[in-house]
């Protein structure tokens, strides 16, 4: 379940986790995630998740999907117990397995088997019989058998997806574009085929996570300072944007943490 809002109060009622892929897959998978619940005797718990510019493919009995990048926030509600086994892919990683532009499944979800066949079912079967350290096995081993040849595209499209994610100080697409020697319009093109979205969205929803990550630390910040570091041209652009996405002004949800 990436992006986790609310993380401590989450930590109260779930476990998370994420392990490694196959180092053959790297290029093509951010990690696997795990989340498992006991809430018997418990009121239910809605976890609310700021999603990543990221395709995932998740397993819990009942619902084995494919998530397409998801435009906005989203929540799951956990009740009783429960286990789910997802896998995040790289930006522009499940491009190469999809076979299709991704933007055709952004904000939408697919059954496993509408891109797998039969083979998909079978993936689902797996991982839902398997405990945790075998679901990852399995996994490895049916992805490698279905990437074995590089995409260059999606590591270069992964690549400035990496810079965009790790410098929060890249607010712009026409520098981004600069910095890799591509042009604007290409770079938008090379998003929509491979992530789903475009470059100034990615741009965005990774400020937004900067944002959330750096009020969840504590509810004592320089909000001007901090809206002029991520590229808005005012607090009242920041507090609008992570408003409409999050829910909640950025001040109450740091006096939340």
Not at 49 to 58: A, F, G, K
Not at 233 to 257: C, E, K, M, N, W
Request: aromatic fraction near 10%.
């Amino acid at each position: 379940m990436p992006g986790i809002l609310n993380a401590r109060t989450a930590q109260q009622k779930f476990r998370f986790s994420n392990t490694a892929p196959a180092t053959a897959l790297a290029p093509f998978v951010a990690h696997y995630w795990l989340v498992g619940w006991d809430l018997r005797g418990q009121d239910p718990y809605e976890q609310h998740v700021l999603p990543y510019p990221s395709v995932n493919m998740t397993f819990t009995v009942g619902r084995c999907r494919i998530a397409g990048v998801p435009k906005g926030r989203f929540s799951e509600v956990l009740r009783d117990t429960g286990r789910v086994f997802g896998v995040r892919f790289q930006p522009g990683g499940f491009r190469p397995l999809l076979g299709a532009k991704v933007s055709s499944i952004t904000n939408r979800f697919l059954p496993v088997d509408a891109v797998f066949g039969a083979a998909g079912r079978d993936l689902a079967d797996a991982i839902l019989a398997a405990d945790d350290s075998t679901a990852v096995a399995i996994m490895n081993t049916f992805l490698t058998e279905r990437v074995s040849e590089p995409d260059p595209t999606a590591e270069v499209v992964t690549a400035i997806a990496s810079r965009i994610a790790t410098d929060p100080g890249l607010t712009r697409v026409d520098e981004l574009a600069s910095e890799f020697d591509i042009g604007v319009r290409r770079l938008q093109r090379l998003f929509a085929d491979y992530v789903g979205v475009g470059p100034k969205w990615v741009i965005r929803r990774y400020r937004l996570h900067e944002a959330a990550a750096r009020a969840a630390n504590g509810a004592d910040l320089d909000w001007v300072r901090l809206a002029f570091d991520l590229g808005y041209s005012d607090q009242a652009h920041l507090t609008r944007d992570f408003t409409a996405i999050v829910g909640i002004p950025p001040a109450r949800y740091a006096r939340a943490q």
